[in-house]
């Protein structure tokens, strides 16, 4: 059974720092493309960011310069470092793995607060 589990989330100051972290369970993490999205209440879910099983990374033009997304396939875990944090990063982050063909799974989400 896969499962993935998403930690780091917090309350922030603007301007600061976070570290996201999902850490998958259940399958070969390194065979899946990943990602990290964010949904605010009464929108649609967006994405935040990419990164191939090849480490290609891809970013929202909101975070780009700001977050870094990156994996770790030998601790099973993937990253989103997030700086220069802004209030309207504050959502619930969710952590995404995919692979051709296949259907997503998806964790359970993070809160991120950006508030002073």
């Known amino acids: 059974q896969v499962q993935l589990v998403e930690s780091g989330g917090g309350l922030v100051q603007p301007g600061g720092s976070l570290r996201l972290s999902c850490a998958a369970s259940g399958t070969t993490f390194s065979t899946y493309g990943m990602g990290w999205y964010r949904q605010a209440p009464g929108k649609q879910r967006e994405l935040v960011a990419t990164?191939?099983?090849?480490?290609?990374?891809h970013y929202a033009d909101s975070v780009k310069g700001r977050f870094t997304i990156s994996r770790d396939n030998a601790k099973n875990t993937a990253y989103l470092q997030m700086g220069s944090l802004k209030p309207e990063d504050t959502t619930v982050y969710y952590c995404?793995?995919?692979?051709?063909?296949?259907?997503?799974?998806w964790g359970q989400g993070t809160q991120v607060t950006v508030t002073i």
């Open positions: 990164i191939t099983t090849g480490g290609s990374t």
């Open positions: 995404r793995i995919q692979r051709v063909g296949e259907l997503p799974y």
